[in-house]
């Protein structure tokens, strides 16, 4: 008897094995595999021009980019996928795990929905930790206001600019950080294209030394207010906003409403077109 009850209990352990069974690692793994052909075709394009003159490499640059925004795209929208259909089981945490960086607010909320079976999972901690962060600035509440200096050492307030009849983007940035300078002209062309509808923004930059910030501001090209404590990460906008990395956003109405955060790349586009059309 006790052999069959030992039996028994190894079929039930093999049974639930089977259906947590991992059926989307493979195609998981093919997007992976065509995002690593992208950035190889990329290395290879540095090599024959490292310094980026000429003008079919340029081409083929953002046209290399536009693909692994796709495949992104099909990778977060499987990540999606992968949640909705395994609320029971932890099959969707180790792939919670590699999206965070980009499952924006109401992403991250589906993914951490607490009737989930993989809710209490322990190495959800840091996925738990974020949406804290969004929590302090999450669409539908009120922006807070901030008060550092500009550029030129006066004092000024973040409310000169918000709550005051046009949408406003708050970019929170650093001269030192690479990915929010890569990111600054997608902003720059938007703020053309935007500026003279009415859309406005403030940069809050989270450097410790007044001129990188300044020389970041000129050569980069922006031409919108700046404000910063220079106190790095100590910087108030962090406390407030829950911010614990860069670049990062809020947009906010014309109400002093946020309405959107983190947009990036062709997401800033798209939605100002949805506010202001072409």
């Not at 209990?9 to 793994?29: G, S, T």
């Not at 809050?204 to 910030?213: A, I, R, T």
Request: aromatic share 8%.
């Amino acid at each position: 008897m006790k052999r069959f009850l030992t039996f028994m209990a190894f079929a039930v352990c093999a049974l639930n094995m089977m259906a947590q069974e991992d059926v989307y690692k493979a195609e998981m793994d093919a997007l992976d595999a065509q995002g690593e052909a992208i950035i190889q075709q990329y290395r290879d394009l540095m090599k024959k021009d490292p310094k980026n003159e000429k003008p079919e490499t340029k081409a083929k640059i953002v046209e290399l980019m536009e693909a692994l925004d796709a495949l992104s795209d099909q990778q977060i929208q499987l990540t999606k996928r992968i949640i909705r259909e395994n609320q029971n089981n932890d099959i969707p945490v180790k792939y919670i795990i590699e999206a965070l960086p980009v499952l924006d607010y109401d992403a991250l909320v589906e993914a951490l929905n607490p009737k989930a079976a993989y809710y209490h999972n322990p190495e959800l901690a840091k996925a738990k930790e974020k949406l804290a962060t969004y929590n302090k600035r999450k669409p539908g509440t009120k922006f807070h206001d901030l008060v550092m200096n500009d550029m030129s050492g006066q004092e000024v307030k973040l409310s000169q600019w918000v709550g005051k009849g046009k949408y406003v983007l708050v970019d929170f940035w650093a001269s030192w950080c690479g990915p929010c300078r890569q990111e600054m002209p997608n902003v720059i062309a938007n703020y053309e294209k935007y500026h003279s509808k009415g859309f406005e923004v403030v940069g809050v930059s989270f450097d410790q030394k007044q001129e990188p910030w300044v020389n970041a501001v000129q050569q980069l090209g922006m031409r919108w207010p700046q404000m910063s404590d220079l106190k790095g990460w100590k910087c108030a906008a962090a406390e407030i906003y829950g911010i614990n990395s860069i670049p990062a956003s809020v947009l906010v109405d014309p109400q002093g409403n946020i309405v959107a955060l983190d947009l990036r790349g062709k997401a800033l586009g798209e939605k100002l077109k949805t506010i202001y059309g072409d």
